[in-house]
């Protein structure tokens, strides 16, 4: 059956992979998070973000992969314990720098414990990510566990790089950036981390580190940067199912790729307005500058063109996969990896 075919009849067996192989994991999770004291100041900080659920997506897919090149369960769950553990981690830091204000339907946790109690807490969970990580050394072999710690190492580099480029156009108010911008800062802060390193980690480990990598850097970043553009349209469009600030990034400043696609067709007083716009502090916007500039982005069709994006980064993710996947035989986790690039646009 084509990719596309499959893909798209998946999507219920997406959200039973999800939830089986996310139940796992989070399991595994609240297993590595120590107790005792201090528990008030730490440990009941570093257990929050995981108790309230999330699509489990990047663990997921690392252990679907796994699967799919041929890896037992438990070789995996390691090291999708490790990814999740750093996802909340960077979840910790991002809410602090970007003053967000909620996260999966809940204050954020430096609104809850101030930020130097969260940022602590996000330190201690990137410590803790580190440690499954090195539990691959016994139960996958030295030369393996060292190729999946030098992706990771790649990963937090990619992802520091992404961040700095995203909030360095803030502080400095940056606005003549291209698409090709966005993508870029794309690639580093949200692809390696939620789909290139999950994929290339079960492919290291499904291939005991014979298959070739570089394939999944090309079908991450095109469905890691679909996810992205459909996670900044769900900010504009969704309900409340959605678990986060409506319109924060606009509030927040964020130059996603509805914002500069109507700041190159705004006229020359509309950009003077959001210049001034993007360069206040949070709580200098008032509701009727989000709710202008928000509309502004319906006037010079941008959410159409970030669908439109989306939609081809989709259709090149289906391309990869299946030149990867094609060869392997059918399997549930299989078919979980080609349903998923769908599944990015039905997400709430």
Known sequence: MPVFETAANTPGLVAEVLA???ALTRERVLEALPSGAPRAHL???LADY??????MMRPTLCIAAARAFGAPLDDALDSAVAIELLHNALLIHDDIEDESEERRGRPTLHRLHGVPLALNAGDTMILLGLQPLLGNIDR??????RAILTDAGRMAWESAEGQAMELGWRRDNVTDLSDADYLVMVLKKTCWLATILPSRIGALIGGRGRLPLDPLIRFGFFLGAAFQIQDDLLNLVA???YGKEPCGDLREGKRTLMLLHAY???TADERTRIDALLGAEREQKIPDDIDWLRALLERY???EHARGMAHGLAG???HECECIFERLPDSRDKRFIQGLVTWVFERI
């Open 301 to 303: 069709g941008a959410v």
């Open 264 to 266: 190159r067709r705004a």
């Open 50 to 55: 995981p108790l309230r659920g999330g699509k």
């Open 140 to 145: 996958l072999g030295p030369r393996l566990a």
């Open 43 to 45: 440990y009941d900080l």
């Open 239 to 241: 309900d409340a199912r």
């Open 316 to 318: 090149a993710a289906l």
């Open 20 to 22: 089986d192989y996310g």
